[in-house]
């Protein structure tokens, strides 16, 4: 009231650890996630008031606002494997994790947690890292070209073979 004699108040809290307070200001700051009370009371000398507020703290998540995909290949043969990487923008997001899935499994099949994409027959598909945050829809894609391998050489075996009039060959 405007008659005390002395308008202090010391501030503390139950866990420094969570929220330590300055006990002159009343400056709280948030160290890491948890409950406690922070305690305010009088230092009138002949008085003892205090009052409470229960502080809660909670993560300070830096949430994923876009994925870049880029591939070791963009263009693999039928049979062979690339790897994916997804760069997280902001880099210092809370979730850094992302799930790998192909737009089209038949022309490539894609390791979800690794990235690691395997071409399985001629066409093209996108590789999508999407966000594993809660909540989040951000997903990042590169275009993949699976292409046949040609064909270098020809074998016949036997190489030479006689036959007989009406006899066959396979």
């Not at 799930?99 to 093209?124: H, I, M, N, Y």
């Not at 966000?131 to 190489?159: D, F, R």
């Amino acid at each position: 009231p405007a008659e005390a004699t002395t308008k202090q108040v010391k501030w503390s809290s139950t866990d420094g650890n969570i929220a330590p307070i300055d006990k002159n200001t009343g400056e709280i700051t948030a160290k890491k996630e948890g409950t406690c009370t922070i305690i305010a009371q009088s230092l009138e000398g002949w008085s003892v008031v205090s009052a409470t507020c229960e502080l809660v703290v909670e993560e300070n998540i830096k949430p994923v606002t876009g994925i870049t995909v880029t591939a070791e290949k963009n263009t693999i043969k039928v049979g062979k494997t690339t790897t994916v990487l997804a760069t997280l923008t902001p880099a210092d997001a809370t979730v850094k994790w992302v799930t790998w899935s192909s737009s089209d499994a038949t022309v490539a099949s894609v390791e979800p947690a690794t990235g690691k994409v395997t071409a399985l027959k001629k066409g093209t598909c996108a590789i999508i890292a999407t966000s594993e945050e809660e909540g989040s829809n951000v997903k990042g894609e590169c275009a993949l070209t699976v292409e046949i391998e040609p064909v270098t050489t020809i074998t016949v075996e036997p190489a030479t073979k006689t036959l007989k009039v009406g006899e066959t060959l396979t």
